[in-house]
């Protein structure tokens, strides 16, 4: 066993190399972390760009299809109108249960299923006779305008 001389002053060289080690050690963990987070955050980014188009893509097409099928509705006849009626609601149930694949298209579904559901109440009470008020109820603008607002609100929850 050797033992160390009493006389001899330790390397203060061996303490600062060590420090300069951990020091190394931990910029290159942060770059690497960075790194990572980074490219992590532009992948989420690009898939939920394409999660947000097919969502668009399908919900358009939906509105598309209920103005289709509310516009036939008002140039059917008369006593065929209730029945067209009834056939809307497998497009509610349709609608309701459709999956969004982001928080965007889930707002935007929320907007168009209120906007379909108080087109139906107004065309019940319409075919039931009832006085009602003329109603502007544009199911595609509030599926747009809720698109719009989504949009403006994109990445206002990241804070830099």
């Not at 001899?8 to 690497?32: D, Y």
């Not at 760009?49 to 939906?62: I, T, W, Y």
């Not at 298209?105 to 075919?127: E, I, K, P, W």
Request: charged share 30%; hydrophobic share 45%.
């Amino acid at each position: 066993m050797t033992e160390l001389d009493p006389q001899t002053e330790p390397s203060k060289a061996n303490g600062r190399r060590t420090a300069l080690i951990v020091i190394l050690v931990a910029f290159v963990a942060s770059a690497t972390t960075a790194i990572l987070a980074i490219s992590e955050s532009h992948r989420a980014r690009k898939s939920d760009a394409a999660a947000l188009s097919a969502d668009v893509s399908d919900l358009r097409g939906m509105a598309a299809d209920w103005t289709a099928r509310v516009d036939d509705l008002a140039h059917a006849p008369v006593d065929a109108q209730p029945a067209r009626l009834e056939a809307l609601k497998p497009r509610i149930d349709q609608l309701a249960s459709w999956k969004a694949r982001t928080p965007c298209g889930h707002d935007a579904r929320d907007a168009l299923r209120a906007s379909v559901d108080t087109r139906v109440l107004y065309l019940r009470r319409v075919l039931a006779k009832e006085t009602v008020p003329e109603a502007r109820i544009d199911e595609r603008r509030a599926l747009e305008d809720s698109l719009k607002r989504c949009a403006s609100e994109q990445g206002a929850d990241v804070n830099i």
